[in-house]
């Protein structure tokens, strides 16, 4: 008998790595724009990122959130990788 399988399978980021999110996507307005985030699990992080909202990184293996403008025509280079707790109080801690 073969293994059943109760979780969702999720596709992989080229950047990231197969299975490296903790969630689906989500759009938010922010800034008058719409965004697209994602939440990145720990297992799944595996460089450093700078955070914008604190400006200091983010180390491999921390679970944090992937966030980038909807707006068509725009690439991997507008994703923004944030500490969770950033990301939540962007409204005062970032300024564009």
């Known amino acids: 008998m073969s293994?059943?399988?109760?979780r969702r399978r999720v596709q992989g980021?080229?950047?990231?790595?197969?299975g490296a999110f903790g969630g689906p996507e989500q759009v938010v307005e922010w800034a008058g724009e719409d965004w697209v985030?994602?939440?990145?699990s720990g297992s799944a992080?595996?460089?450093?990122?700078?955070c914008p909202g604190c400006d200091q990184e983010i180390r491999p293996a921390?679970?944090?959130i992937v966030a980038w403008p909807?707006?068509?025509?725009?690439?991997l280079e507008d994703r923004r990788h944030w500490h969770s707790a950033c990301w939540d109080a962007r409204e005062r801690r970032y300024r564009r």
């Open 37 to 40: 985030v994602r939440r990145i």
């Open 45 to 50: 992080s595996t460089k450093a990122y700078r």
């Open 3 to 6: 293994p059943r399988y109760n």
């Open 13 to 18: 980021d080229p950047e990231l790595g197969p």
């Open 62 to 64: 921390t679970p944090h």
């Open 70 to 75: 909807v707006e068509a025509g725009r690439g």
